[in-house]
């Protein structure tokens, strides 16, 4: 089975804090994504990555920036975060073939106060 | 991608086939009719795809129409653990390609 881990299910940071949060998979998946999630606006594409050190701007990038360094790992960084980037945030690979599904992880609620 | 229309909610009662409908009138002949579900504190997990064939699978079956302007997802037999937010996506497939997601059906399977 494929596995889409990530590093904090909870996560509690104050404004202005630098942000890491971290996301592997363990079946060599080209693509990866980072999603935020929050009521009434569904899912949202903040960036993704179709190999090591390549990124895409998703739908609402601003705001946070991402890092590909190793092919299992996609890191997405809010560089000074703010109250309306708490958010459940949601990172999942894919390979890169056709048809093939994306696997998510479980996510990180983030709260910012 | 060609927008997806499904209604808010469903109800079902378990054991019973629940069948899930999603309009896509501007579907274009290369795209590709996905389903996801998410439970409630999981993220969304992959049911199944087509793109004019009817689909079964050990988890759904997919029936498209003819004309491809609708499909209809369907759980046989429907049990508790099928309580869900089921989203229907169409996309053009290609090994670069994103999804984005709608509302959603949220489907209450009860006993």
């Known amino acids: 089975d494929v596995k889409v881990t990530q590093s904090s299910r909870y996560l509690v940071k104050r404004t202005g804090e630098k942000v890491f949060l971290e996301c592997v998979q363990d079946?060599?998946?080209?693509?990866m994504f980072w999603y935020r999630q929050d009521p009434g606006l569904g899912l949202r594409l903040i960036y993704f990555?179709?190999?090591?050190?390549?990124?895409e701007k998703g739908d609402i990038p601003e705001g946070y920036s991402v890092s590909r360094e190793k092919k299992e790992r996609f890191s997405l960084i809010l560089e000074s975060a703010s109250t309306n980037q708490t958010s459940m945030y949601l990172c999942?690979?894919?390979?890169?073939?056709?048809?093939?599904?994306?696997?998510f992880g479980n996510g990180t609620r983030l709260t910012v106060t | 991608d060609a927008k997806t229309t499904q209604p808010t909610s469903m109800d079902c009662a378990e054991g019973r086939a629940a069948n899930l409908p999603c309009n896509h009138s501007?579907?274009?002949?290369?795209?590709?009719v996905y389903w996801y579900r998410q439970i409630h504190s999981q993220g969304p997990q992959y049911i199944i795809h087509?793109?004019?064939n009817n689909e079964t699978n050990e988890m759904a079956s997919l029936i498209i129409t003819e004309d491809r302007k609708s499909s209809t997802l369907i759980l046989p037999h429907a049990t508790l653990r099928d309580t869900a937010v089921y989203y229907c996506?169409?996309?053009?497939?290609?090994?670069?390609?994103?999804?984005?997601f709608g509302k959603g059906t949220m489907l209450l399977v009860s006993p």
């Open positions: 087509g793109l004019k």
């Open positions: 990555s179709y190999d090591v050190k390549m990124k």
């Open positions: 996506i169409v996309r053009v497939d290609s090994g670069y390609s994103t999804l984005t």
């Open positions: 999942a690979s894919s390979l890169r073939t056709l048809y093939s599904p994306l696997h």
């Open positions: 501007t579907i274009s002949g290369n795209e590709y």
């Open positions: 079946m060599d998946h080209e693509n």
